[in-house]
């Protein structure tokens, strides 16, 4: 699976982006889709999951800001990013599993497939 993503940018506080993530095979077919972020000198984190029946779970910091979604005719990932502060500035990556789960989560083994990664940073 071939993951490729856009939309990245920079922005001020309060503003909005909008990631994408082609991916090279139905979305449908796979079982859980997330993102992930991580900024220089930290750890990367999981930012929201979707699984193929369009089931979505968040991290507790993004919850009402950020909204996961697919287009299953296009093979697409998205990420709409609302609200965004400056503790949002990362990298960001789309990832895919192989794998099957009870619930889809943005838990960083369970992924297998990555993007290159598209960068966000918000200003202040």
């Known amino acids: 699976v071939r993951l490729v993503e856009s939309g990245g940018g920079s922005v001020q506080a309060g503003g909005s982006l909008r990631l994408s993530c082609a991916v090279s095979r139905s979305t449908y077919s796979i079982y859980c889709m997330a993102w992930f972020r991580q900024a220089p000198g930290k750890e990367r984190e999981g930012v929201a999951a979707?699984?193929?029946?369009?089931?979505?779970s968040y991290a507790d910091s993004v919850k009402g800001r950020f909204t996961i979604s697919k287009d299953d005719a296009d093979n697409t990932l998205y990420l709409q990013m609302n609200s965004l502060k400056p503790e949002d500035t990362a990298m960001y990556y789309c990832?895919?599993?192989?794998?099957?789960?009870?619930?889809?989560?943005?838990?960083?083994?369970?992924?297998?497939?990555w993007g290159q990664g598209t960068q966000v940073t918000v200003s202040s």
């Open positions: 979707i699984g193929y029946d369009g089931s979505t």
């Open positions: 990832a895919a599993s192989s794998l099957t789960f009870p619930r889809c989560r943005a838990n960083d083994n369970w992924y297998n497939y």
